[in-house]
């Protein structure tokens, strides 16, 4: 199942240390004296190994002061603890059972074949160098004349240098008359010109022995075509082949999983006793998960098939790639529980959310402040699985033996279980009592929610919406358990995590909601203009066949200005956020400029620019809440509503009851270009160019456009951005094969393909941006735009028709409308009832957790209460510090009594916090945001001293 590398170190860091030092010197005598046995035996792999940069792999040492190798981008390792024993053990086997293929005789309708490896071999085929300790063991004992070894990565040789005594190795093979032919960084798709090039040697050459040492995607397809082959020469020798490499998810099989010498016979493992378990977990499955049930029943078998291995447990059997999945299911499911049990995974959610220095004064960036040291000092200890557990998360169902282990041993309330290989689950039926399962958290008042098939994006979807039935702060208390690796689900569950913290930590606070409910209010009261949610009045209109030009302030935005320029007057241009100074500062101006942020630094920003004239010509496009002060900079406002804030809670609905149809945007976040890409779609243009829409960068020094408010007028940065920011990840390139993003960078990306994805309609959007790869979108070069003539007077009368047709008018009347229903004294009765239902200390973790729960349903309660603005103002806040109680509640016990007491310190600040966000939306209800950049664009003041 898994091997990961904390599985195979000690946990103790010292003891660990004590150990690789102990190790390293074997290392390094190993290197120098391989280096001199190569170039000695192999010169041409001295420059290889002294040239090579590791890309993914390197040596560690487990807690038996062995050597292996892990995959540090995964954790994962390639042996087993003990790999000298595994890889004897394996040898041994392979003597009694090597597969091999003819060149010119005896064809047959097998595909694999063995016997005994006789005492002497014409050639034996290896595929996979590993740490190379088969190789000695197989030169030693046996009399080889070509030994041929595919190793597809180089970081394996590397590695293999450090741990094997290659001396040795190559001193007995020349002694015995053994050729190797080391074909690093080759894959074996070569190897019928190879079979030639030996015939042409050697025409007698018949046998050849085949060792697999791993599984490879595609070495696994040349081993099957030879072996499939045999005797056939024609065929074997066919230079043209083309292999096809195992990409699908459900054929994904783990370097060293079971039957790697592929002697293993496909047994049956329905047995009665496993007819009667799956009997009972179909009628199970009819009665709790209808759906399921129907699926299981249609479902044919793709590529996995249940089976009995050689030692009689059920196993899952790949029939085209002839591996199981597993080496002994019994034992590796129970490591697998036991393990989890004493280290847990959970994401630090909670723990990840940064108090930004802008927001200092905020209300609930203040709290921040003050929980952050309670947080960190009881949330950082390391604990075991809780006896209850609120959520967890599987990924991996496989055979289920670790859910039926890890169910009988801890009472789990949420239980989500993905599966995308439906072959697994069906297969599960005959092995794990489900029915048990699911009865017994039936009984329990438990849920467990099955979320099986497809490859794994949509588990973010699908999960969402089931966490918000017990409330979204549950993920900050969610445990997750992977079972198996599978590279496609893998990047399913980093995507998830990575979008499950995005929900927390961009969720809307106490400050945002309160001054984006202000700032719409004044931006309907004074006369700012809203998108209609309907097109269908001016959908034929001219100016929608126009292209749009959205232009970002990536890095990539310097090389396109002349194209900008040159096009101009045919388009319709869009600046970004601080794109807008890099314009002003290469004379061009925008029809429209786009803010998606409500606080006042959006102001500060715009300021830059020391000319009132041009931002005067300029339209502002932007979502509810934006600042008053940044609106009045330009000719215009024109707006939509963003979902999911309380802003548009409040004025959304309420304008709809006055019969306006106001459009909303579902994907406005979390950068500028995502609001304006959803903005324009809403709107109704057909063809889009992105400029400047990096959302990544080559070199972390040129994160934005130079000619931005983000560099001096010498070309330095105006503040340290990768200090700020922190460094980059790769992602696939737009024009390069890759560069780098971060993680707000990466979701902007995710939704920008989803705003495409779902338009609704036919799009074409360009990107003409040197940044990162955006599915949807055609990669286009600047220089190869073509557009249809039209002069800047045309352009501008239909644009004007389009802001005439597609906007409400002025509706200034309706912010006192709507607001004023909203009951001042029925906030303050309901805070008062909530300060009351938190007025009492936790005593243990049940009264505690019921705490928590009977807070969520009072917001529950509030949401849909008429004339009470409480929900709009705390939804966000509440969820946040739920979550916060959440994780400490979970560690409360009674060998830890710091839990409690921090559980009731938390409580403390958080009544504060209720009551000062009371007093203060009482005391000035719209009151507008006052945050202040302009520390970051003022030099530094000289320092004076007097003495």
């Keep these: 199942m898994l091997k990961y590398i904390n599985y195979q170190i000690l946990d103790n860091t010292d003891q660990q240390e004590a150990l690789e030092k102990q190790v390293s010197v074997t290392i390094g005598r190993n290197i ?47 042996y087993q603890s003990l790999a000298r024993q595994e890889v004897l053990t394996e040898v041994q086997e392979f003597y009694s059972h090597a597969a091999y293929f003819n060149l010119q005789s005896n064809t047959d309708d097998l595909t694999w074949r063995h016997q005994p490896l006789p005492q002497k071999v014409d050639v034996l085929l290896v595929f996979g160098l590993g740490l190379g300790y088969h190789l000695n063991e197989l030169v030693m004992n046996c009399a080889i004349r070509y030994l041929v070894v595919y190793e597809p990565n180089v970081d394996i040789l590397l590695c293999s240098a450090q741990a094997n ?50 599984f490879h995607p595609m070495m696994d397809d040349v081993i099957r075509y030879v072996l499939q082959h045999s005797g056939n020469q024609d065929a074997l020798t066919q230079i043209g082949h083309q292999f096809t490499e195992y990409k699908d998810y459900a054929d994904y099989v783990s370097e060293r999983a079971g039957n790697l010498l592929g002697h293993y016979k496909a047994q049956d493992y329905k047995t009665e006793q496993a007819q009667a378990l799956y009997d009972a977990n179909i009628e199970a499955l009819q009665k709790f998960y209808p759906k399921v049930h129907k699926a299981v029943l249609e479902h044919k078998t793709r590529a996995w098939q249940l089976v009995a291995d050689s030692q009689g447990n059920p196993n899952l059997y790949h029939q085209k790639r002839n591996a199981l999945l597993h080496q002994d299911l019994p034992d590796e499911s129970a490591q697998l529980v036991d393990y989890f049990i004493e280290h847990p995974f959970k994401d630090d959610v909670v723990l990840s959310q940064r108090t930004s220095y ?3 004064n905020y209300l609930h960036f203040s709290k921040i402040a003050e929980l952050q040291p309670l947080i960190e000092k009881i949330l950082t200890q390391e604990s075991k699985l809780p006896e209850q557990v609120e959520t967890l998360i599987v990924f991996g169902i496989g055979l289920g033996k670790h859910i039926e282990l890890l169910s009988q041993q801890r009472q789990i309330k949420n239980l989500f279980l993905c599966e995308p290989n439906l072959d697994f689950f069906a297969a599960s039926l005959w092995v794990t009592d489900w029915a048990s399962i699911i009865q017994q958290a039936d009984s329990d008042g438990s849920r467990i929610y099955l979320n099986l098939g497809g490859d794994g994006s949509h588990y973010f979807y699908d999960l969402m919406s089931q966490f918000y039935q017990v409330g979204a702060y549950s993920i900050a208390d969610t445990y997750m358990l992977s079972s198996y690796y599978n590279v496609g689900m893998q990047k399913a569950i980093a995507d998830l995590r990575a979008e499950l913290k995005v929900v927390l930590a961009m969720g809307e606070y106490y400050d945002h909601a309160r001054f984006g409910i202000a700032h719409t209010y004044h931006s309907l009261h004074s006369g700012q203009r ?32 002349e194209y900008i320029k040159e096009y101009r007057d045919q388009v319709i241009l869009i600046s970004c956020g601080t794109a807008l ?93 995502n609001m304006v890409m959803n903005y324009g779609i809403k709107v109704g243009w057909k063809c889009f160019y992105l400029f400047g829409v990096d959302l990544g960068f080559v070199d972390i020094n040129r994160h934005h456009s130079q000619h931005s408010a983000y560099f001096k007028v010498d070309g330095s940065q105006a503040y340290n951005y990768q200090a700020h920011h922190g460094g980059g990840v790769p992602a696939p390139g737009n024009f390069r094969p890759q560069l780098y993003t971060k993680p707000e960078f990466d979701v902007s990306r995710k939704l920008l393909e989803q705003a495409i994805a779902k338009a609704g309609r036919k799009i074409e959007v360009y990107n003409c941006s040197d940044g990162v790869k955006i599915k949807g979108t055609i990669p286009l070069l600047p220089e190869n735009i073509l557009l249809e ?3 800047a007077e045309e352009k501008d009368s239909k644009l004007e028709l389009l802001l005439q047709q597609a906007f409400y008018p002025a509706l200034p009347e309706l912010a006192d409308n709507i607001y004023q229903l909203f009951s001042p004294e029925l906030y303050r009765a309901s805070m008062e009832t909530w300060l009351e239902l938190l ?37 966000g806040s509440a969820n946040f510090i739920a979550a916060v109680l959440t994780k400490i509640a979970a560690n409360i016990n009674t060998e830890n009594e710091l839990a409690l007491e921090t559980f009731n310190h938390v409580l403390v600040i958080w009544r504060g916090y ?34």
């Design 914 to 947: 209720l009551e000062l966000g009371m007093r203060l939306y009482l005391a000035e209800p719209l009151a507008l945001d006052q945050v202040d950049v302009t520390y970051l664009f003022s030099p530094p003041q000289p320092v004076s001293q007097s003495t």
């Design 32 to 78: 120098r004296q391989n280096i001199d046995a190569f170039r000695q035996h192999i010169p041409s792999l001295v420059n290889v190994i002294n040239e090579h940069e590791v890309q993914q792999h390197s040596l560690f040492c487990t807690k038996d002061a062995e050597l292996n190798i892990v995959d540090f981008a995964t954790g994962r390792v390639f």
């Design 789 to 791: 003539s039209t002069t």
């Design 358 to 360: 802008k927001f200092r």
């Design 530 to 561: 809203f998108l209609k949610n309907a097109n269908h009045d001016y959908k034929q209109l001219p100016a929608l066949d126009l292209p749009v030009f959205i232009v970002g302030n990536g890095p990539s935005l310097d090389q396109c200005f």
């Design 581 to 673: 100074k890099a314009l002003h500062k290469n004379g061009i101006c925008p029809d429209f400029h786009a803010e998606i942020e409500q606080n006042r630094a959006t102001y500060d920003w715009v300021s830059q620019i020391k000319d009132n004239a041009y931002l005067s010509r300029i339209n502002l496009i932007s979502v509810n809440g934006i600042h008053p002060d940044t609106s009045a900079l330009f000719k215009a406002t024109y707006l939509c509503f963003k979902d999911g804030e309380a802003s548009t809670y409040v004025f959304h609905n309420g304008m709809r009851k006055n019969g306006y149809q106001v459009a909303s945007l579902a994907y406005a976040y979390p950068t500028v270009t």
């Design 839 to 875: 007025a009492q200390d936790a005593t243990d973790i049940l009264s505690a957790r019921a705490l928590i729960s009977e807070q969520w349903a009072f917001m529950r309660s509030r949401a849909v209460t008429d004339k009470d603005i409480t929900f709009c103002l705390f939804h």
């Design 165 to 214: 005594n290659w001396q040795q190795l190559l001193d007995t093979a020349t002694s015995m008359g053994t050729h190797i032919f080391l074909q690093i960084g080759s894959d074996a798709t070569a190897l019928p010109a190879e079979l030639k090039e030996l015939l042409d040697f050697d025409q007698a050459l018949d046998k050849v022995f085949v060792y697999r040492h791993q």
